[in-house]
């Protein structure tokens, strides 16, 4: 049996596999049932294996090192979708234990990371962050799937990318003759968890109605790419 591998973000991540404030609130407003995301589904409809390998918060750093610790036990007519974060995004070592640390543009005030920056300044992040958003980062994330696709390549894997930063996104991608995939999916119906709850969870990431349309968006692209086939 084939294996669908998934490498990503929140924006990939499995609820039940999130710890985050906030999936605490919405696991309460669905009185502690959270819907399957959208690798669930899609895994589901195809009838094979899923090995999720998302992490909330990575930067594509995280993601990229997350798929090189994997690629040797993928198989061959394996599906890996690799779902790229915002370029921005980056990390640091923290100094306390030696591990990678994200730094995120929505969190470089947190006390915590404060803490274990001990020799780097808030401004100096801030200017990094700042340097990030220069459109040449997105050549790095390019760079990398061409080693990538010469892996799927050798091990006859099947890949396929995707993001919700538009500044990353591309033809070849999911939604790839769209401006922006999340945009698309919205139009489509897709909701996020702010939408879902009317506002009781200030969240942007996907509801349930949100992840079943962006399962069928995937499981279309891949009908349409022939990677399946609906016989």
């Known amino acids: 049996m084939s294996t669908l591998w998934v490498f990503g973000d929140s924006f990939s991540h499995i609820h039940n596999n999130n710890i985050d404030r906030r999936y605490k609130s919405y696991r309460e407003f669905r009185k502690g049932i959270l819907p399957k995301t959208w690798s669930e589904l ?76 001990k020799n780097i300044s808030l401004s100096t992040i801030d200017e990094i962050l700042t340097n990030r958003m220069e459109s040449e980062w997105k050549t790095e994330i390019y760079s990398w799937e061409t080693l990538i696709n010469l892996l799927s390549t050798k091990i006859g894997f099947n890949i396929i990318y995707w993001t919700f930063d ?38 942007i990431h996907f509801g349930e109605l949100g992840h079943i349309i962006q399962s069928n968006y995937f499981y279309e692209f891949l009908l349409k790419n022939k990677i399946i086939s609906n016989e």
């Open 42 to 117: 899609l895994t589901s409809k195809l009838n094979i294996r899923l090995r999720n390998c998302a992490n909330s918060g990575s930067s594509n750093y995280d993601i990229f090192q997350w798929f090189c610790n994997y690629c040797q036990i993928i198989q061959p007519n394996d599906i890996v979708i690799i779902g790229w974060s915002f370029k921005e995004r980056f990390r640091l070592i923290n100094q306390y234990t030696g591990q990678f640390e994200t730094i995120r543009p929505n969190s470089i005030q947190i006390t915590e990371t404060k803490e274990f920056l």
């Open 166 to 203: 538009d500044t990353l996104h591309k033809k070849d991608y999911v939604g790839g003759d769209t401006n922006s995939l999340m945009e698309t999916l919205l139009k489509n119906g897709a909701n996020t968890i702010k939408m879902e709850t009317n506002g009781v969870v200030n969240d």
